[in-house]
């Protein structure tokens, strides 16, 4: 299931030693002891995270990775190969099989868990950019991709600039046509507010003084210009706390900075090139949702998503709960009497209302919920991977924030409303999207008729 994470081990002692690991940082697992059987378990489980012993019985791992890769259900779940005898070559070739990163045996705790919250949270936003962009797709207005990629920019920062330039001058050599260059931290975040940022910086973690690299990737990462930009850390090896705390800070990976190596040289070129795809393809599925939903799927009021996206959205949300077997929320939610704030005041300041509901609508729930006007005063949300107690929460904390502060008007006037909530789950059972519509529908008329200002859950979602 999503968030899930696969241990693939033919030893039964590694694989309890890892799920204990595992069970003490709060992940669900599940378990494969061959090669057949974590291809079957990942098509059928789509873990968040493939933990992959590249010693199988059956099968080798490059081999497992290469399948993985080569289907469309399971291209996007990251793997991380394990294996107790690397060497530089094993590393290189099960990267250039997909391998989204390798563990050595034996494990530190501190780096290893860093490491896969950095890519479940990597793997998290692929997916939810994904179902957009499949959904942006089947309303056809996807464009196609273009096969053009510009040369990449990248940035090399070390506490002394002979490193930067000896990084340069390996890495030269690995991406060639690339654009690489040294620059100093003053020059990197004179960059973040201009439009000629690099697409990748590769950092020392200790600069002028220690930890300084990692609060120049802060200052990176809150700069609009260097937000999504690819930020590597280069550290000693022996830095563990260092490469852990970089990756929760929100470094894309880590590298060596003894990169200079030719084989070194290689793995971190073929790292900033994943990292660099994996960019541009998020930068293409935002331009291609950006441009299309202003285009035919926004609410020009509003700015949320009209009721044709929200309907083709729903589908997906539907699917991706079969899937992975998560429950996602339906609400309906509807401003109460609101007849009479235009009668009262006017269409003008109806309008007013309804773009500030729409702002604390945005403001108080997930970047991945899905908002949505439908009707004159009716919005919907949908949560993936919501249960139920969630969703009331959720529900019962928009019924707040909407009833607790009045609505200020450009009259310096101010107005207070009030919103009923109908609640209904979906992915338990097979009901289609627009029957859970329906029984929020149903259960927002049950709001209504006992009072409004207050959630109302449909009788099946009570039930799941």
């Not at 059928?44 to 099968?59: R, S």
């Not at 050595?104 to 860093?114: H, I, Q, S, T, V």
């Amino acid at each position: 299931m999503a968030g899930s994470i696969l241990i693939v081990d033919d030893v039964s002692t590694n694989r309890i030693v890892l799920k204990a690991m595992l069970s003490g940082a709060r992940y669900t697992t599940c378990q494969a002891a061959s090669g057949v059987e974590a291809l079957a378990l990942t098509v059928a489980e789509q873990p968040g995270l493939v933990l992959l012993n590249v010693d199988l019985p059956d099968m080798s791992g490059i081999e497992v990775i290469t399948r993985l890769r080569a289907d469309p259900a399971t291209r996007r779940i990251p793997v991380v190969a394990v294996t107790s005898h690397t060497t530089p070559e094993m590393r290189l070739n099960l990267l250039h099989a997909g391998a989204t990163d390798i563990l050595a045996k034996p494990f530190n705790e501190l780096l290893m868990l860093a490491r896969l919250r950095s890519l479940l949270r990597e793997h998290g936003t692929d997916a939810e950019f994904a179902l957009r962009e499949a959904t942006c797709r089947e309303l056809g207005f996807a464009e196609a991709r273009s096969e053009f990629s510009p040369p990449a920019r990248v940035a090399m920062i070390a506490a002394q600039a002979e490193t930067a330039l000896r990084w340069k001058t390996a890495l030269v050599q690995q991406m060639p046509g690339d654009m690489i260059e040294v620059i100093g931290q003053e020059k990197a975040l004179t960059h973040a507010t201009s439009n000629a940022a690099p697409d990748i910086f590769l950092i020392e973690a200790d600069l002028a003084r220690p930890g300084e690299g990692l609060r120049l990737m802060s200052e990176l990462r809150s700069r609009a210009e260097t937000r999504n930009a690819v930020i590597v850390i280069a550290t000693s090896p022996g830095a563990v706390e260092t490469q852990a705390t970089a990756l929760d800070l929100g470094a894309n990976d880590l590298a060596s900075t003894n990169l200079s190596a030719p084989v070194m040289a290689q793995e971190t070129a073929l790292r900033l090139l994943r990292q660099l795809q994996r960019k541009r393809a998020l930068e293409r599925q935002r331009e291609t949702l950006d441009e299309g939903l202003r285009l035919a799927m926004v609410d020009p009021l509003t700015g949320l998503y009209n009721r044709r996206y929200a309907s083709t959205h729903l589908t997906r949300l539907a699917e991706h709960a079969l899937r992975t077997k998560r429950p996602f929320a339906v609400m309906l939610l509807d401003l109460d009497r609101f007849k009479s704030v235009n009668d009262t005041f006017g269409h003008t300041v109806g309008d007013e209302v309804l773009t500030a509901v729409a702002s604390r609508l945005r403001g108080n729930l997930r970047p991945v919920d899905l908002i949505a006007r439908i009707g004159g005063e009716e919005f919907l949300v949908a949560m993936p991977d919501t249960s139920m107690p969630e969703a009331r929460a959720a529900a019962e904390r928009l019924r707040r924030v909407i009833e607790s502060t009045p609505i200020p008007l450009h009259d310096n006037r101010s107005i207070s409303v009030t919103i009923s909530v109908g609640l209904a789950l979906g992915g338990t059972t097979r009901d289609t999207p627009q029957q859970l519509v329906d029984q929020a529908d149903s259960a927002l008329l049950g709001a209504k008729s006992t009072g409004r200002n207050q959630v109302s859950v449909a009788r099946t979602g009570t039930a799941a």
